[in-house]
């Protein structure tokens, strides 16, 4: 692991925002996640250039794009998944509520407790649901049974999963199905009350229906967390977003309010990619 | 092949080689099955009583036993070749008399033959099967019973009593006379130590005295025990069957030394089917007698199953570990795959060299030094310094520990990466993630290298000769002495077993057969104990992979 990171002042946050390109620097009021001249490369390949933008919070905010724009490994950054890659070097910097998520002094499992992650691929544990639910707070070390049962409950509830799974908490959960399982994963990160979730194509694998569940779901769940998904499908983008951020070729080329970006793109290639031109 | 299109001609050659490759398969099966009918035709032959033959030769001589083999003859050929009759092969018993079990016959030279009611088999604790004819039931000079009927009526009632009085002496020698043996050695072992330790004179007065004072009492409680167990034992072999061989030759037989009494030609067959089954469970649940010629192969079995245990023991940690930390923590370049292909070379070093480096290694270095330690008192006289079960174990974790992390190392790649990332997305440690995801996720490749593992250790012969097997232990490796576990015992195994029956026995014509017999039953093992395994990962499969909703 040879992550470096420096403070690069002129992405700082140091200029003015009027001052920057308005087509990626829209109004947020209270920014959860600054993410400040981020660039990385997988050994000599660059995949992220220079990437800075505000995640506003309580909100959802998505990251769309063709495939290998960055996208995904944009979002890894936020909970330093990337730090289990051996050749990736960062620069740059991510601000999480006023502290750097790259400050050698930060205890990375604390960080990844508070930024929870659904993955593309569902991948509940080889145990049983309430395990799977429960892994979380054990892992923290609690293991009082009514906690844990509280906390799983509340945690399916809120995954909308409950009705469905209450009578069979012991079963493995591998035999859920495709939908199930990836709500159970949400529920299984919202167990250690994170403040953000960050969602990595959540719904590729997944038939219409359950997509509409998981967005349902996402929607819900507005109101308590900072929500970033990353996804290809433009629809859902403009269905579930409040901002949405465009990158291609590991840039981000423009970001705003959902809505302004996919009536009147500011600029040429957000405008190809979301009429299908190209991606 | 004319008029054939170049797509029907491959069509053809597919054909060709699916039936090859089914051929294949089909042979390598036809292999199994006949091997272990080989196996199940001689070995569980050998415990079905055939019928007794009395055989009278030109030269008027007279035999009595089984015929144990037929040999086709051969006519003269043109060439001036001799005709060779047709031979069979009697097995006659009585040792003690003739010296030889067996006897060829030629066909031509039997004048008569016969299957006498009457003629009884006595198998014996010593010399092996007597054939003959019940003459009298003698008490010394007292005369019980005269006559075949007469004998025959009192003889299993007398056997009855026999047989419960052998089962005293037995659990008399192996239970208090066993328990004064060990604490006399521990009272032998206490001087030596007083003397090793060199305290001062009074004191080593004294604690000699305690010893002695000690050792009295124990002396004293055997010399009761002995007089017991020699009444016993004179009791055992007071009324003696006089018998009578084919040959007219009378013949001493005590009772107590009977193990069973049969008139094999009187025997209907559900008489049989019992005395098959009763001589089977002997066979898997005796110990071995006449240097393992007859009896059962309990402790061979016993040892076999108890090495293979520690084995696993030994074996699973060690090489989960390895596996663990080859394929999570180390990084992976040329330095990791050397030792994989160095790992992976190993299984194929012959076993043989495992067994010296197990002989010089942990027998004689860590064994001679656990010696010098803790057992000085003992001293010469090795404990832990020679080979036992312990170091067997170790020597075959050893061997076999490849197996298992090349097992370990594929289950621990089977679990995919996006598993290991939601539990570290979770706030969960390097180590949690391996201890509570990863690590129950391979838990079945885990098993099959186990499994592979046993299969190998339970058949590995050739190391075990020189790091604690032997051909007769003189008590298993758990008894009811402290401290139960006898690590440092020496033990009996079933591959050696076979060996030893088969090719160093006295007596090789009649231990054919329990070389079968044995070798089925190593098979059985192996597969029961492979069954094992095979159902707990078939559970730890289900319980993990939800097939089970």
């Not at chain 1, 991510?94 to 790259?102: A, K, P």
């Not at chain 1, 407790?113 to 892992?139: C, D, H, T, W």
């Not at chain 2, 005709?83 to 006659?92: C, F, S, T, W, Y």
């Amino acid at each position: 692991m040879e992550t470096t990171q420096t403070l690069d002042p002129p992405a700082a946050g140091a200029a003015p925002a009027a001052e920057r390109d308005p087509a990626i620097t829209p109004k947020i009021s209270d920014p959860v996640l600054e993410i400040l001249g981020l660039s990385l490369w997988y050994g000599d390949t660059q995949a992220l250039d220079d990437i800075t933008l505000e995640v506003p919070a309580k909100r959802i905010t998505a990251f769309i794009g063709p495939s290998g724009c960055g996208k995904s490994t944009l979002l890894r950054c936020v909970n330093r998944l990337n730090d289990l890659i051996d050749s990736v070097r960062i620069t740059g910097d991510i601000r999480f509520e006023d502290g750097s998520i790259y400050d050698p002094a930060i205890d990375i499992n604390a960080l990844r407790k508070r930024i929870g992650m659904v993955f593309q691929k569902s991948n509940p544990f080889p145990k049983s649901i309430y395990e799977n639910v429960a892994y979380g707070l054990r892992i923290q070390g609690i293991k009082k049974r009514s906690v844990l049962d509280e906390a799983v409950e509340k945690s399916l509830r809120s995954a909308a999963l409950w009705d469905e799974v209450k009578d069979r908490l012991n079963e493995s959960a591998l035999g859920m199905s495709g939908g199930q399982q990836q709500r159970l994963c949400i529920a299984r990160a919202i167990a250690v009350e994170p403040e953000v979730i960050l969602f990595d194509e959540p719904c590729s694998a997944l038939d219409p229906r359950a997509t509409a569940k998981i967005e349902e779901l996402m929607l819900d769940l507005k109101e308590r967390y900072t929500q970033v998904i990353v996804t290809h499908n433009m629809q859902q983008a403009s269905r579930i977003s409040d901002y949405t951020a465009f990158l291609y070729l590991g840039r981000l080329i423009e970001y705003g309010e959902t809505e302004q970006l996919f009536i009147r793109p500011q600029k040429k290639q957000t405008e190809d990619y979301i009429t299908g031109r190209f991606g | 092949m004319r008029g054939r299109t170049p797509a029907q001609r491959t069509e053809a050659l597919g054909h060709a080689l699916t039936w090859l490759c089914g051929g294949a398969l089909a042979l390598n099966l036809l292999l199994v099955v006949f091997l272990l009918g080989l196996l199940a035709w001689h070995g569980l032959g050998y415990f079905w009583q055939r019928p007794l033959v009395a055989v009278e030769l030109a030269d008027g001589a007279r035999l009595l036993g089984e015929v144990h083999h037929r040999e086709a003859g051969r006519p003269a050929d043109d060439d001036g070749g001799q005709p060779v009759p047709d031979r069979i092969q009697l097995k006659v018993g009585n040792r003690d008399v003739t010296g030889a079990d067996f006897v060829w016959l030629e066909e031509p030279g039997i004048a008569a033959r016969s299957r006498p009611a009457e003629a009884v088999l006595l198998e014996r604790l010593e010399w092996g099967h007597f054939y003959g004819f019940l003459r009298e039931l003698r008490d010394g000079d007292r005369l019980l019973a005269a006559g075949d009927e007469a004998v025959w009526r009192e003889l299993p009632v007398l056997h009855r009593d026999k047989l419960a009085l052998r089962e005293r002496i037995h659990e008399l020698e192996s239970g208090p006379i066993g328990r004064i043996n060990y604490r006399l050695e521990q009272l032998r072992l206490a001087t030596r130590r007083v003397e090793l330790e060199a305290p001062p004179p009074a004191e080593r007065e004294r604690r000699l005295a305690e010893i002695a004072a000690d050792a009295a009492a124990a002396e004293a409680d055997y010399a009761a025990l002995a007089e017991e167990l020699f009444a016993l034992r004179d009791e055992l072999m007071r009324e003696v069957v006089v018998a009578e061989t084919a040959a007219g030759r009378s013949q001493q037989i005590a009772v107590g030394s009977i193990v069973r009494a049969l008139r094999p030609n009187a025997m209907g067959a559900g008489d049989k089917l019992g005395l098959y089954l009763s001589r089977v469970w002997e066979f898997v649940s005796e110990d071995p007698r006449e240097s393992n010629t007859e009896g059962g192969i309990f402790p061979a079995i016993f040892g076999t199953v108890l090495m293979v245990f520690l084995m696993s023991l030994a074996v699973v940690p060690l090489g989960v570990l390895a596996a663990l930390y080859l394929r999570e923590y180390a990084r992976q370049g040329a330095l990791v795959r050397a030792v994989r292909i160095a790992v992976n070379n190993l299984a194929g070093v012959p076993s043989i060299v495992f067994g010296v480096f197990g002989l010089g290694f942990f027998v004689y270095l860590v064994g001679g030094t656990i010696d010098r330690l803790f057992y000085p008192e003992a001293l010469p006289t090795p404990t832990y310094g020679t080979g036992g079960i312990l170091w067997a174990a170790l020597t075959l974790a050893l061997l076999t520990v490849p197996v298992v992390i090349v097992a370990t190392e594929e289950g621990l790649a089977a679990v995919p990466r996006v598993v290991r990332e939601g539990s570290l997305a979770l706030g969960a440690t390097k180590l949690e993630t391996v201890w509570r995801v990863v690590l129950p996720a391979a838990a079945p490749g885990i098993l099959t290298g186990m499994i592979l593992a046993m299969a190998r250790a339970a058949g590995e012969v050739a190391p075990l000769m020189i790091v604690g097997m032997v051909k007769l232990a003189p008590s298993l490796p758990i008894d009811a002495l402290p401290p139960f576990l006898h690590l440092e015992r020496k033990f009996m195994h079933l591959g050696f077993h076979i060996y030893d029956v088969g090719f160093q026995s006295p007596n090789v014509e009649a231990t054919k057969p329990l070389v079968f017999a044995t070798a089925l039953l190593l098979i059985a093992i192996v597969t029961v104990m492979n069954l094992v395994a095979i159902a707990l990962r078939n559970h730890l499969r289900r319980k993990y992979a939800g097939s089970a909703v």
